[in-house]
């Protein structure tokens, strides 16, 4: 009879099923103990869905039907690291629908399997409190030092919030236990009216994200930066380029710190920049994979991967306030020399949901997910 491993036509019900069926015939060759091992691991397996099966362990010699399903175990060195970037469209004086889409955004955060959510202008305390709730943790709310918009602890509210001013918009969902967090803001701003009445910045979080590989537990220490650069307020993204390189260079020293204390930096968020820009030569000259790129690099530039002005977003594409179409949101990534890393999956997200019979998206921005296969 035939075992095969994850990717091939015989799926793990199959082989559950043909070794139950041979197991009575199987016990005169001596292999029924080794039979019983291999049927336990696997609907382990089949029940909890994810990961690799925990390895074979046995005294006596391998039958030759079962060499190559233990030498895959044996392989299986790598986790993912599931990441997504989001923007939700929160400010509710200039997002449409901003009522029905949150919920929605908070269904679809449920219903996820990422580790870690990068999520820009979510700027008001009722919404970060709409998407916190869909994650085991989250980062605080608020502007640490600031009046108008203190910083709290997740278990506090603000009585009124008429406007968030002096807030920055970030916050960075995680299924692992987050250790510690630190912002930076930017000095250098843009002196329109909708650039002032916020924060801009970073958002740095550290968290040990740890998994089973073959059955044994591994963690990787993971600083996760977000961030959301200044807004272009022209038809192109000349005019103020300068002001976001200076807040690209307090992202990518921020980026530096991280690196020492963690095996793995992912920057991610809505840079406002374009592949062609200094912005983005800023970040991926400094030591920085692109995701797309990495996976993608001859693709990269396809219209199903841009995250503004896309042919499938409600808001931005054909027919919406369509004045581009670029990708400005990205998920990038660093590491140290005690793993390896490669992007495995990418994709652009499209989400909607629905008002009044007709599909919304749930912003403005299409949203971006990599999964980082890990080699430890």
Request: glycine share 6%; aromatic share 10%; hydrophobic share 40%.
């Amino acid at each position: 009879f035939k075992i095969s491993v994850p990717g091939t036509k015989y799926n793990t019900c199959k082989i559950v099923a043909k070794l139950y069926f041979l197991k009575d015939r199987m016990k005169r060759y001596g292999i029924l103990t080794l039979l019983n091992l291999i049927i336990n691991t696997i609907s382990l397996q089949a029940r909890h869905g994810q990961n690799y099966p925990a390895p074979l362990i046995t005294q006596q010699p391998q039958p030759q039907i079962f060499k190559e399903f233990t030498a895959y175990l044996q392989r299986s060195t790598l986790f993912t690291v599931r990441v997504l970037t989001m923007n939700v469209w929160g400010f509710k004086v200039l997002a449409e629908e901003k009522g029905t889409r949150m919920p929605a955004i908070a269904s679809y955060l449920r219903q996820s399997q990422h580790d870690i959510v990068f999520i820009q202008e979510a700027w008001y305390h009722a919404d970060f409190q709409i998407l916190k709730d869909t994650f085991p943790y989250s980062t605080f709310y608020g502007t640490p030092g600031s009046i108008l918009c203190p910083s709290i602890r997740n278990d506090q509210s603000f009585y009124i919030q008429t406007l968030p001013f002096d807030c920055h918009g970030l916050m960075i969902l995680s299924k692992h236990k987050i250790l510690s967090s630190e912002y930076v803001f930017f000095q250098d701003r843009i002196p329109e009216g909708g650039e002032l009445f916020g924060r801009r910045g970073a958002l740095a979080a550290t968290m040990e994200v740890t998994k089973a590989v073959a059955g044994v537990t591994k963690t990787v220490k993971v600083s996760a930066i977000n961030t959301l650069l200044a807004t272009w307020y022209s038809e192109t993204e000349l005019l103020w380029t300068s002001v976001r390189e200076k807040q690209a260079d307090d992202v990518l020293a921020m980026m530096a710190v991280q690196k020492e204390k963690s095996d793995l930096v992912v920057v991610a968020g809505d840079l406002n920049s374009t592949p062609e820009s200094a912005v983005y030569k800023k970040f991926v000259t400094s030591g920085l994979v692109d995701t797309l790129e990495d996976l993608k690099s001859e693709k990269a530039a396809d219209a199903q991967y841009m995250t503004w002005g896309h042919v499938d977003n409600t808001w931005t594409g054909p027919g919406g306030q369509n004045e581009h179409e670029d990708r400005l949101d990205y998920i990038m990534y660093t590491h140290g020399d005690t793993i390896g890393v490669t992007t495995s999956a990418y994709r652009t997200v499209d989400a909607k949901t629905e008002k009044d019979g007709k599909m919304i998206s749930l912003s403005d921005h299409m949203w971006a997910e990599a999964y980082l296969r890990i080699t430890i």
